[in-house]
């Protein structure tokens, strides 16, 4: 899919502004502070209905106005829409082809949208929350039963907490909150288990283009069943079940819960080394983008339809010849590319970039590619 247009009305330090993109990679240059990330923001919020930077709807009007609009045109395989955000300093209004939504479900999915900022360049070396998180994410946006199951697991888990706590603690209570864990830590296993083996395909590939062929990328599911491929809800349920179970003297010496899906992780090695341990910075951000974009295989296996690709500030992060593999093995997927280098202008093809420059909240000069 591909966005064709977009209009701001005074949205951050944008008055007005019309554009009209490439269908292939629009590069956003400017210097620090001048409206690139402002006018991702601003197309993040055509897919998603709100900012990736605040909870705030009110910090993205522009200052001393009263109201914002955005609007953009797409295009995808077989129809064409029309999205609208307006927000005043009470009030806010989505519409899809015009007409109002009442949930934001409708308009999830008119508009997808990936992302990737500084903070994802992080995924493979920081903690495993971090690594949990994306991986709750991303399944919880193919299926949202999944996230409701961890909603009711996340539950119970501080309610078995919570109880380890106590002097007394009533044994048959605890009993109940095992079945119930194990109930629901079944599911989220098996489901992880899938995503897992899944997005490692997918990121392995685009690694090994990323690279050129000189990184093999291996991710796995570290958790602490040694769940198999061939197990089914019953034997996982069984499996973790036993573990709280033989585990049972541990949490209550310790007052917390030691096993279970609060604990998973993932294992990442690049040439069969551990790349948390002993990868270089540049290995480990290169990791961290073929997890993260492994996400729009996966919607397009979903969706029968690529999203568009945002990368804001990323690119400085790469050296050149990463720079490139990574934009011309992305060549099916609409791109919007923010860059405060000028430098970086002189890797992208001509013929299918259109260079918009940026300056104190206005679009100075477009330097039009292919379209
Ligand atoms: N509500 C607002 N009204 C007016 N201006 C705003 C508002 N919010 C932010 N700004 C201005 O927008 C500018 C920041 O824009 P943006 O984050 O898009 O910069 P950038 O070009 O991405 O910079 P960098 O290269 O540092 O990431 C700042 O100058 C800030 O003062
Ligand atoms: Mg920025």
Redo the contacts with the bound molecule.
Sequence with gaps: MRLNSLQLVNF??YDNLHLQFDKKINLLV?K???????IVESIYMLSFGKSFRTNKDK?????ESENLYVGGNYSKQYTNGMVEVAIGKNKKGIKVNKIHIKKIQELLGNINVVIFSPEDLRLVKEGPKERRSFIDKEISQIMPKYYSYLTSYNKILSQRNQLLKNKHIDSDLLDVYDESLAKYGSYIYILRRDFIKKIADISRNMHEKLTDSIENLLITYKNQINICDEDNTTTVYNKFLDKLTSNRNHDIETRTTKYGLHKDDLNIFINDLDVRLYGSQGQQRTASISLKLSEIELINNEVGEYPILILD?VFSELDETRQKLLVDNLSVVQMFI?T?EVSHKNIFDKSNTTIFN?DKGHVINIENGGN
């Design positions: 951050r330090n400017g620090n502070g001048q409206g690139k990330t402002n910090e993205i009007i522009k200052f500030d923010t405060a940026i």
